[in-house]
């Protein structure tokens, strides 16, 4: 059983537009949420991470937005760039845990 | 400094080998894990250890022992290959970055293929 559901399963962008992946949980007692990105024959990489305290963090062209009553959080990626195009990741986990539970993952594609 | 580095890149074995996958980071971390990465599935734990001589199990351990005798070192042994498990295996190290979260760091990855 998935605990962390994400969509779409692959992403197709103009370069210049926005790219937004969605994610979803049940579990409340997740209390950190991550972002991995990915490229080929590499290992994921933290990209940016949130905790339900806020609604939103921001860094750089990357944006996490956070709804906890929905249980739902996405990755905003303003001004995409082909530099952009890899697998992202979402993930949880619980409170003062190691263990992160993820997504299924996305593939973006960002063509110029 | 090298973080986290996985042998070997690739491997092939028939059903029924063992073998030993190595995972090894100089970051001093106490927290070391195992995933595996299936297409449409994501990464799914195997197993984790939060300190030398202390390991447990992740979501999908079946068929995986590993051990940890040093910080640095965490091997992952596969007893008895079976074609589902082929797979893209990952290492990752962690540190506690705040009172309630942790910072992984992955390694390259490891292609395994059972034939």
Redesign the interface.
């Known amino acids: 059983q998935q605990q962390v559901k994400q969509s779409p399963q692959s992403l197709i962008v103009q370069k210049g537009g926005i790219s937004i992946i969605n994610c979803a949980y049940e579990n409340t007692a997740f209390d950190y949420f991550p972002w991995y990105q990915q490229f080929p024959g590499k290992g994921p990489a933290l990209l940016i991470a949130i905790r339900p305290d806020v609604s939103e963090k921001k860094e750089g062209r990357f944006t996490i937005s956070f709804n906890k009553s929905a249980k739902q959080f996405s990755l905003h990626i303003m001004d995409s760039q082909p530099g952009d195009s890899a697998t992202y990741f979402c993930a949880a986990s619980r409170a003062g845990a190691n263990n992160l539970f993820f997504g299924t993952g996305t593939r973006l594609t960002v063509i110029p | 400094n090298a973080g986290?580095t996985q042998t070997p890149k690739f491997q092939v074995l028939k059903t029924g080998q063992s073998m030993t996958l190595q995972c090894a980071q100089d970051m001093n971390h106490e927290?070391m894990?195992w995933?595996r990465q299936d297409p449409?599935?994501?990464?799914?734990?195997i197993h984790?250890s939060?300190g030398a001589g202390i390991t447990d199990q992740?979501?999908v351990p079946n068929g995986y022992n590993v051990s940890r005798s040093t910080t640095e070192d965490f091997p992952l042994r596969l007893l008895s290959a079976a074609p589902s498990q082929t797979s893209v295996y990952?290492c990752?190290s962690?540190y506690r970055r705040t009172?309630?979260?942790?910072?992984?760091?992955?390694?390259?990855?490891t292609r395994l293929t059972v034939t």
């Open positions: 986290v927290y894990s995933y449409g599935m994501g990464l799914r734990l984790y939060v992740g979501e990952f990752a962690s009172a309630k979260t942790y910072e992984q760091y992955f390694g390259p990855g």
